[in-house]
C-alpha cells in the first residue's frame, strides 16, 4: 500500500506529512516507556523483520497481490508507540534506498501503514483480551483479529486522503469499495502472518512480548511421567541470567530475515499489489510521478549493475535488512538512553527537594 507521488494533492500531502510527525513525536514519548535494555534492540529487529516479509508479496487474487503492512505485528511484540516508530523506520528506508513510496508521500504512507495499523489492531486486540479468557491463545487470536482489521482500516483511511485531495476524478464509492474489497483478503494474509509470528515468539520468550506482558503461565514439573503445577516456592525461582538473554532470538531472527530477504523474496509474487492493482483498474495513477530517487542504486529492490535478477534482489534485500536494523536499533538505543537520563535526572532531583 506504499503511496506513490502524484497520487495525492500538495496540500492534503503536507497536512498528512504533519499528522505523521506529530504521530511520531508523540510515539518517541511514548516508546520511552515501553523500551528498556532488553527490548530495545529487539525493536530494530523488528524493523528489519517487517522491512523483509514486505518483499514477500503473496496473491490474493486474479493479478492481485498483497504484503504485510506490520502495524499489528510490531504493536503487540514491542508496544504501540515503538510499533508505529518501527514501521516508519521501514517506510524511511523503503523510500529513500529503494524509491518505494513517494517521498512526498511519506506523511500519507507513515499516517496509513503505521498509525492507522497500529492503532486499529492494538484497539482491537485490548479489547479482545479483555473478554478472551486468559492464556497464550488468547494472545494469538487477538494478534490475528487485531491485524486481520488493520489492513482494510488502512484502505479506508487511503480512501479518505483521495476524497480530499486525489488528482484523478474517479468516484469517491469506487475507490473505496475497490480498496476495503481487495485489503480484506490482504488482511487476511496479514493476520496469518502476525499471529503465526507473535505465537512462536510467545512459545520461546513470552516475557518479551509487550502484548503478552502480565501473562501468567503456570510452572509445570514432570513427576512420574505427569505434569503437575510446581510449588509455588520453586515457581517463584529466579530465571537464570543466561534465560533472560536476548541474544539467542536476536540472532536468530536477524538470521530469518536475511534468508526472507536475500532468497525467499525471489519466490514471491510479481503481480502489482493490492494499492497499484486498484489504481490501474480505476485509473487514479493517471497523474502519477516517477519517484524522486529512482536513479538509487537501490531502486526497485535489485543492485545496480547486478545482471543476475536473483543475486541482485537479494543483494538488495540483505543491505535493507541491515540497514534497518542498524538505523532502527539505533534510534531505539537512543530513546531508551534518554529514558535512563529521565529517570537518573528525577532520582537525583528527589533528594534536594526534600
Wanted: proline content about 5%; aromatic content about 6%.
Amino acid at each position: 500500500m506504499h503511496v506513490p507521488d502524484g497520487f495525492i494533492n500538495a496540500p492534503v500531502s503536507v497536512a498528512a506529512g504533519a499528522v505523521a510527525a506529530t504521530a511520531v513525536a508523540v510515539s518517541l514519548r511514548g516508546a520511552r516507556r515501553e523500551l528498556d535494555e532488553r527490548t530495545a534492540p529487539l525493536a530494530g529487529l523488528v524493523a528489519a523483520f517487517i522491512f523483509a516479509v514486505q518483499m514477500l508479496n503473496f496473491p490474493v487474487a486474479a493479478g492481485t497481490s498483497g504484503h504485510l503492512l506490520g502495524g499489528a505485528l510490531a504493536a503487540i511484540l514491542v508496544g504501540p508507540c515503538t510499533g508505529v516508530l518501527c514501521v516508519s523506520v521501514v517506510l524511511l528506508m523503503q523510500g529513500i534506498l529503494f524509491a518505494d513510496g513517494g517521498l512526498t508521500a511519506l506523511g500519507v504512507n507513515i499516517t496509513n501503514m503505521a498509525v492507522v495499523t497500529v492503532v486499529v489492531a492494538y484497539a482491537v486486540f485490548r479489547g479482545l483480551l479483555k473478554v478472551l479468557p486468559a492464556g497464550r491463545r488468547s494472545v494469538t487470536v487477538a494478534a490475528f483479529a487485531g491485524a486481520l482489521l488493520s489492513v482494510p482500516g488502512a484502505a479506508v483511511m487511503f480512501t479518505l486522503f483521495y476524497a480530499l485531495g486525489g488528482t484523478t476524478d474517479v468516484p469517491i464509492g469506487k475507490v473505496f469499495t475497490a480498496m476495503t474489497g481487495v485489503h480484506v483478503l490482504i488482511g487476511i494474509g496479514e493476520a496469518v502472518i502476525t499471529a503465526a509470528t507473535v505465537g512462536a515468539v510467545i512459545a520461546v520468550r513470552p516475557d518479551l512480548v509487550h502484548g503478552a506482558r502480565g501473562l501468567a503461565v503456570p510452572l509445570k514439573l514432570r513427576v512420574d511421567g505427569r505434569l503437575v503445577d510446581a510449588p509455588a516456592a520453586a515457581a517463584a525461582a529466579p530465571v537464570p541470567a543466561a534465560a533472560r538473554s536476548t541474544r539467542p532470538l536476536w540472532i536468530s531472527g536477524l538470521v530469518t530475515a536475511l534468508v526472507l530477504a536475500g532468497f525467499v523474496s525471489y519466490y514471491a509474487s510479481s503481480s502489482p499489489d493490492g494499492l497499484e492493482k486498484v489504481a490501474a483498474d480505476q485509473g487514479i495513477d493517471a497523474k502519477a510521478r516517477e519517484h524522486a530517487a529512482a536513479g538509487s542504486p537501490l531502486a526497485d529492490y535489485s543492485v545496480k549493475d547486478v545482471s543476475d535478477a536473483r543475486l541482485s534482489g537479494g543483494l538488495a534485500g540483505i543491505i535493507g535488512v541491515g540497514g534497518t536494523v542498524l538505523v532502527g536499533t539505533g534510534i531505539f538505543w537512543a530513546v531508551r538512553r534518554r529514558r535512563a537520563e529521565d529517570l537518573t535526572a528525577t532520582a537525583t532531583a528527589a533528594p534536594s527537594a526534600r
